[in-house]
């Protein structure tokens, strides 16, 4: 793919707003594109911090390990979504682990071409400040739900926080098309495949959801509020 097919490619990514068509393709020139097969690991936690990463297309699993070794699932990242930035600012290794949960295709950024490009376009590092500060309230809201709620809770407050930046309003209510498995789900909230089914199945009795494989129409927010 050329220079210039990149750059308009950069230029649908949520971050990159702002940055002329010279700018676009100044970044297009330093980054580097790879394809991930589903299943693949990116980067562990602990490795060696080297670049940031902007998925271009596919979805990304973020996760770190319990103290008993389970796997936590931090987020699910999607198209045009950036992650690994941490890195930038501290060139310390990377702080999760990162593994493609479907066949993906991201850009690399390596630290010394983000470094420089940081320098010359400060609102940049604006922007990062404000997506590492989004998901650090995210993981607060986590290690909270973790310590307050049950599996039932939790549950409920992922549904939430899915609505609320995710969620398509529809006549029926608002619909979530989250292409998670049952099992990923289970492990965002910290629970077994089995109880996120049987809690599922229950706020569906309620009438506080409908369910359709993958997608979820919250039918209820009030009664799923309730919940947490």
């Given amino acids: ?23 676009l393709e100044t970044v297009a020139c330093v980054m580097i594109e790879r394809f991930y097969p589903k299943g693949t690991v990116l980067f562990l936690e602990g490795d060696k911090g080297e670049a940031l990463f902007v998925i271009r297309q596919g979805r990304i699993k973020i996760s770190k390990a319990s103290v008993d070794g389970r796997q936590q699932i931090l987020q699910i990242l999607k198209d045009g979504d950036i992650f690994a930035e941490v890195i930038l600012f501290d060139q310390g290794p990377y702080p999760a682990t990162a593994e493609a949960a479907e066949d993906s295709t991201c850009w690399l950024l390596r630290s010394t071409d983000m470094g420089k490009l940081l320098q010359s376009q400060p609102m940049l590092a604006v922007t990062l400040l404000q997506i590492m500060s989004r998901r650090l309230r995210q993981a607060q809201l986590l290690i909270r739900d973790l ?3 049950d599996a039932y809770g939790r549950m409920a407050g992922l549904l939430l926080q899915f609505s609320r930046h995710e969620g398509k309003k529809t006549k029926d209510g608002v619909l979530l098309d989250l292409e998670l498995t049952r099992q990923e789900m289970a492990s965002m909230i910290g629970t077994s495949r089995e109880t996120v089914t049987r809690i599922l199945s229950r706020f569906q009795k309620d009438g506080i959801l409908t369910l359709d494989k993958q997608r979820i129409i919250i039918r209820d927010e009030e009664k799923l509020c309730d919940w947490t």
Wanted: aromatic share 12%.
């Fill in 1 to 23: 793919m050329s220079y210039s097919k990149n750059a308009e490619s950069l230029q649908r990514v949520p971050f990159f707003e702002g940055l002329s068509a010279t700018e």
């Fill in 147 to 149: 310590a307050l709620h």
